[in-house]
């Protein structure tokens, strides 16, 4: 059941100046969230990596999330709907462990906005594209693809279909990293798939975050911002 040792190495080159501007690095608003990198204890109680989607603008978005093995295979992925200003924690036990997946909702799904309330100042609207998606029961995940995703984020061969997918360690530890786009309509494509999942995407530099690693065994947290990777039209042709 173990997969044979292959390690699949990316990075990203950091360096030089940050400013508040396009195609520099700096945790500004943007398109694009990455969080690096992230381990689950499946037994609960020892590490998790928590973190958040927040929208910087008044206007509703959606933002497509997708979970990548520590081999850079996409192995899940799903939309949260953001009202205008609104944040969305996540947490990934919740999702590898329990199954559960975030619980949003847009206007046409949520019209009395008990799922994703709508603030004052905030704009509200309906993707009507998510009415057969959104809001994910809990647990959204079934036991088969849950057993599925926890053996491909641990180095295992996939019960599902026979595969590896990542770096095996011999422990009951998941890995691996995420992204989240900005998109225009609920979608069940990966960024892999990008014939696909491009006519998706959208240059809306409204998104932020940060992440939180948490261990109450060992009484340890730490945390930081995530890669904010700006959409630059100007600079950029689609498939770039």
């Known amino acids: 059941s173990w997969c044979s040792s292959a390690r699949v190495h990316f990075g990203l080159g950091l360096g030089g100046s940050a400013f508040a501007v396009q195609n520099t690095i ?5 398109a694009t969230l990455l969080l690096p990198y992230f381990e689950v204890d499946l037994a609960g109680g020892g590490i998790n990596t928590l ?3 927040n929208n910087a603008s008044a206007t509703a978005v959606l933002a497509h999330v997708t979970v990548w093995s520590d081999w850079s295979v996409p192995v899940l992925d799903f939309d949260v709907y953001l009202t205008g200003y609104d944040v969305q924690s996540i947490s990934m036990f919740d999702i590898l ?4 997946l975030p619980y949003t909702a847009s206007d046409g799904q949520d019209p009395k906005d008990t799922i994703s309330p709508q603030g004052p100042v905030s704009q509200d609207i309906n993707f009507a594209s998510c009415a057969n998606t959104l809001p994910y029961q809990n647990p959204a995940i079934s036991p088969a693809f849950k057993a599925h995703l926890q053996a491909a984020l641990k180095g295992l061969k996939s019960p599902a279909t026979g595969r590896c997918y990542g770096e095996p360690y011999g422990d009951n ?4 990293y995420v ?5 225009n309509a609920c979608n069940l494509f990966f960024p892999s798939d990008w014939a696909l999942y491009a006519p998706f995407v959208t240059a809306q530099n409204v998104l932020w975050g940060d992440y939180f690693y948490v261990n109450p065994t060992e009484n340890f947290a730490q945390g930081d911002n995530l890669v904010h990777i700006e959409a630059f039209p ?4 689609p498939g770039d």
């Open 179 to 183: 992204t989240v786009d900005t998109v």
């Open 173 to 176: 530890i998941v890995r691996g």
């Open 51 to 53: 973190f958040s989607i």
């Open 97 to 100: 462990g329990n199954g559960n």
């Open 234 to 237: 100007q600079g950029f042709v």
């Open 26 to 30: 700096d945790a500004v608003p943007a």
